[in-house]
């Protein structure tokens, strides 16, 4: 039953009938990992979807700010209990964009990709309000990024017009 509350409770499951909740919770195994491990790299084939079930985890990008320089990790987005990381395991190419860094000792539910995607496949009511609910995810998380991006950028311009106007 705790695999099952903690499913009702995760940003991508939650409002899910029980049944497809019970199909779900026996594909989950529970995991855990240090301070600093990474979970998954970007651009590693991506194998499992995540529940983040305690900590924090910086989902980051290889950012290269001077060229021929080596690459940066850069956080574009920090994970806490109850959401969901490792999306790019329910899509194609199923390849993993961003990392997975652990901030704080983690706990998670993971999923095989392959096996909820035939889960999904298998029932497709199952599917279609768990790719609703990870459509808004991800819709969320783009908004989020650009958010950043436009108030990083405005900064940015706001110093060139400070340097302009002295």
């Not at 899910?16 to 195994?29: D, I, P």
């Not at 298998?122 to 790719?131: C, E, F, K, R, T």
Request: with cysteine.
């Amino acid at each position: 039953m705790a695999i099952i509350d903690t499913l009702k409770s995760s940003e991508l499951f939650e409002g899910l009938e029980t049944g497809h909740l019970e199909k779900v919770s026996v594909l989950c195994r529970g995991g855990s990992y240090k301070e600093g491990m990474m979970v998954f790299k970007e651009g590693d084939e991506a194998a499992e979807f995540y529940v983040l079930t305690g900590g924090r985890v910086a989902l980051e990008m290889e950012v290269c700010p001077v060229p021929d320089r080596p690459a940066i990790p850069t956080a574009v987005e920090v994970v806490t209990k109850g959401d969901c990381f490792g999306w790019s395991a329910l899509v194609e190419p199923h390849v993993y964009t961003l990392s997975a860094r652990c901030m704080t000792n983690c706990t998670v539910l993971a999923i095989k990709g392959d096996m909820l995607r035939k889960a999904m496949a298998d029932d497709p009511s199952l599917g279609y309000q768990a790719m609703k609910k990870l459509t808004q995810l991800v819709s969320l998380r783009l908004a989020h990024t650009r958010l950043r991006l436009i108030s990083g950028l405005g900064l940015l311009l706001l110093g060139k017009e400070l340097e302009l106007s002295e």
